[in-house]
C-alpha cells in the first residue's frame, strides 16, 4: 500500500519544468533552472526533495553498456502465474539484472540482462535462473542501436519552451577517451543510487578530493562513458497504460520504422534486436483504448511491419540502478489484478 503522501502528488507547471531540467541534464544546479524558469532556487530544491522524498522521482547516474564492453540483452520468462513472484525476486538480486517486470497478468516476466560483448569473452546469460519446471520458455534478444527513447519519453519533456531548454542545455566540447578506474566502480554504485549525489559524498565513497570528483564526473560524461537518466512515474501525467510491443519488420524498412517511432510521442523507447521480432518498443498510452489507436492507426500504418505482439505491463519490480521508487497506484477494475507500474524499462 503506498502513502498518502505518494498518493497525494499532483504536478503544477513548476514541477513539470524542473522534471523537464533534469531530462536535460540530471545533474543540473538548482540555481540555474530557477534562473531559466523565474522561480527561487530554494523553491526549485524544494520542489525537487518533495518529489523524491514521496518516492515518484530518481535521477541515476548509469554506465554505458558497449562504452564498457558490455552487451544488453532483453530476456522473457513465460511461466506459471504462482512461480513469477519467485521468479522476479531471484532476477532482481542478479547485479547483472535491470527493468524486472511482471507483464501479461503475470504469466511473463521481461528484464534486461548485461554480459561480457563479443563472442569469444561472452559469458552465458542466464545459468543462475530458479530451476523450476514452471518456466514454460525462455527467450533472449540481444540490443543491437537503440532508435527512441534515449533523451527520455517525449511526454515528460514539453515544461519548458525550445528557448529554455536550449539555455539549460550542457555546452557541447570535445571528449577524451577515458576508461573506468577502480575508484570509478567505487562512483558508480553511488550515482546508481542518486545521481546528483553531492561531490562531499561521492569523495568519500571514491577517497578523491572534490574537486577531483567535480573534474572526473566531467571526463566520463564528456567521454559518453557515464549518462544520467530521470525515473519518473507517467501516472503522474495522466497516463495509465503502458506496453511492450515486439514487432517483425522486413529488414529493408527497419530504418523507416525506426524513424518514425523515433517521431512517435507514445515510444518511451525502441531499439532493433536480434531475433525474429527484430524491434522492440515500450510504449505508454492514456489509456487501453489510446493503446488500441495506437496500435490501429500508427503502427498498423507501417510499411514493413509484418506482424506485432503487444505485452501489457503488469508490475514492475527492478529498474536501472539501486532501489527503485515507490510507484502510484491507479484504481482498477475488481478482479482485473495491480495497475500498470509506468516507467519506460530502458
Known sequence: MESDETEAVELDALDRQLLHALQIDGRVPFSRVAEVVGASDRTVARRYHRLRSAGVLRVVGLPDARKIGMADWFVRIRCTPDAAPAVAAALVEREDTSWVGLASGGTEITCVVRAQAGPVRGSLLLPKLPRTSRITAVTAQCLLRIVAGESGWPGRLAGLDPEQAAALARPAGPGRAARLT????????????????????????????????????????????????????????????????????????????????????????????????????????????ALYDYLATRIGALPGVREAETVPATRLVKRAGATPPRRLSPPVPPGSGPGPSPGPPW
Open 182 to 289: 577502480a575508484a570509478d566502480r567505487l562512483l558508480l554504485p553511488v550515482l546508481a543510487r542518486d545521481g546528483r549525489a553531492t561531490a562531499a559524498e561521492l569523495a568519500a565513497a571514491t577517497g578523491w578530493s572534490e574537486s577531483t570528483v567535480r573534474r572526473r564526473l566531467e571526463e566520463l560524461r564528456r567521454s559518453g562513458l557515464l549518462y544520467f537518466d530521470v525515473d519518473v512515474d507517467p501516472l503522474l501525467y495522466g497516463f495509465t497504460c503502458e506496453a511492450v510491443l515486439w514487432l517483425k519488420v522486413a529488414p529493408g524498412e527497419l530504418n523507416g520504422v525506426a524513424a518514425a517511432l523515433a517521431g512517435h510521442p507514445e515510444v518511451a523507447f525502441a531499439a532493433a534486436v536480434s531475433g525474429a521480432a527484430n524491434m522492440l518498443a515500450y510504449v505508454v498510452c492514456r489509456d487501453a483504448d
